[in-house]
């Protein structure tokens, strides 16, 4: 298997186990995204949140009208400018979700063994006998025998909560299933999937397009996750229906990865997505138990050759209702982290669940933890074996900086960019200490309005395992004259002093233009 020698350096010292860990203005390289909803929207709450460790905010839309978001993405400014620190927003999709719908959100009780029908007729009630879905087609899709599974909204796959049912028979519209397992279906929403079954539904929704259109544009979104992602030509539509838009040209997408359908043509939807996001919860129905800790292994080991973001969900869902994770989740998290992944998506946990902050706190230290003990030495010979031969000279830059940085046991690399390409790349090959972006706006224009770019670009990095932005000022380009390089350097180095990445008598790599030519250099810094 790809990596199975990546997961430990060793040996480990048994006593470093007991030493407690070490308190960081970074909690960690790994990013962390977290969704923000009721338990997480004030201003108090999200200041909490960033200041754990979240470095992207996520909003999903299969709850809450533009205006609920709306609210929550001001108090996240207020929060942001508050502490002074960046927060990217992503945008995520509803796609062709299945949901059945519960508007009286009476508890609706099923038992083993019984029968209970799924109806596309929205006007019934729903009850231990009947659940209506917003899928029309739902008869012509399933075959007696296939499995269905219903649970809540966000649901973490508790057999209390959720239920297992099996097609017994199919009465012109409706389907009758077999209940597979005990459970109490609460609130008024529940998320509905066949497995390894495709339905006929557009990955872009008419409802997502008017939501992109409107809170979307309104508020020049970071990422855009993709749900249901199946082929790439469904990247392909969304990226020109945000070209069409004008103002979300610069935006991200990621790709959603939650079906066999998915993961089927997952190597051309990595060609053209922006990054991949596991998501374990839908996937995790689709495959047999067995096979998704594979799917994740081989998935980020292609994201990490393509030097795209991935990003893996469902890691701590008992952290919903609990202050601790339980052992199999902290081992998840701190797996995820030694397969390569960049960060680490929380959904219910910090959108309903009673503890966000803790949530985000813990997440962060495991991951710590674990990048300490990265081996990243053979990551970044298997990088370099699998790096396309003649490597690009920004590249050739790249890994320069990084193999100068370890080999001098720089505290830190400061990379000057515009697109944000260059920090990227350097990023790639996972260096052992933080990447400080300096991003450099750039003066463009539309032939109607000038405008500086860099904003999108410094935010977008926040998704990128070891990379911390600074926004540098425009008045200084950074390129080709030495004294304006020198005079940005000294403000980064100032920023990573002020943040505790630079000590006195550190060792600084630095990779920026000058001219034409792009340098890497090494500085030693005095008291």
Not at 208 to 213: L, P, Q, R, S, W
């Amino acid at each position: 298997m790809q990596g199975a020698n990546l997961l430990l350096e060793e040996p480990i010292r048994m006593a470093s186990i007991l030493e407690p860990s070490k308190a960081n203005f970074f909690p960690a390289m790994t990013k962390i995204i977290g969704t923000l909803g009721p338990k997480s929207r004030s201003v108090e709450e999200i200041e909490g949140c960033l200041k754990a460790g979240m470095s992207v905010a996520r909003f999903d839309f299969s709850g809450g009208d533009n205006d609920y978001h709306q609210e929550t993405l001001e108090n996240l400014k207020i929060a942001a400018k508050g502490i002074k620190k960046l927060c990217a927003i992503m945008l995520d999709t509803v796609g062709p979700e299945l949901q059945v719908f519960n508007k009286s959100e009476e508890p609706i009780v099923l038992e083993i063994d019984a029968f209970v029908t799924l109806t596309p007729d929205q006007t019934k009630e729903a009850s231990s006998e009947v659940l209506p879905v917003n899928y029309a087609g739902l008869a012509k899709t399933v075959t007696k025998g296939d499995t269905i599974f219903v649970g809540q909204y966000l649901f973490t796959g508790s057999e209390t909560t959720s239920v297992w049912l099996e097609v017994a028979e199919i009465k012109d519209q409706d389907v009758v299933c077999c209940v597979k397992n005990s459970a109490t279906l609460a609130g008024s929403l529940f998320t509905m999937h066949i497995s390894q079954v495709h339905i006929d539904l557009p990955t872009l929704s008419d409802t997502d397009k008017h939501v992109i259109a409107t809170w979307g544009v309104r508020n020049n979104i970071d990422f855009l996750s993709l749900s249901y992602t199946r082929h790439a030509e469904d990247i392909r539509q969304t990226r020109a229906y945000l070209d069409e838009l004008g103002n979300l040209q610069q935006t991200q997408i990621f790709a959603k990865i939650e079906t066999i359908e998915g993961l089927k043509h997952f190597d051309e939807i990595l060609q053209e997505a922006d990054g991949i996001i596991l998501s374990r919860g839908n996937l995790g129905i689709d495959l047999q138990p067995e096979k998704v800790f594979l799917f994740q292994k081989a998935a980020v080991h292609k994201c990490n050759m393509a030097g795209k973001p991935a990003v893996v969900t469902r890691v701590v869902d008992s952290m919903s209702g609990n202050l601790r994770p339980t052992r199999a989740e902290a081992t998840d998290v701190a797996n995820a982290v030694l397969d390569g992944t960049d960060a680490i998506l929380l959904g219910a946990e910090t959108f309903r669940g009673l503890y966000p902050l803790g949530t985000i706190s813990i997440v962060g230290k495991i991951c710590a933890e674990a990048e300490k003990v990265y081996n990243q030495a053979v990551y970044f010979k298997r990088t370099m074996k699998h790096s396309i031969e003649p490597m690009s000279h920004l590249e050739s830059i790249a890994t320069t900086a990084v193999s100068a940085a370890i080999n001098v046991k720089a505290s830190v690399i400061v990379v000057f960019t515009a697109s944000g390409r260059t920090a990227r790349l350097i990023a790639k090959y996972r260096p052992t200490m933080p990447v400080l972006s300096v991003v450099i706006p750039r003066l463009t224009t539309n032939q109607l309005r000038w405008s500086f770019t860099g904003a999108f670009q410094a935010r977008q990095t926040l998704v990128v395992r070891g990379l911390f932005p600074m926004l540098a000022d425009p008045r200084h380009p950074a390129e080709s004259i030495n004294a304006t390089n020198d005079s940005v350097l000294k403000i980064a180095l100032d920023h990573g002093k002020t943040v505790g990445l630079i000590k006195p008598h550190d060792r600084i790599v630095v990779c920026q233009k000058i001219g034409d030519s792009a340098v890497v250099k090494i500085l030693e810094l005095e008291d």
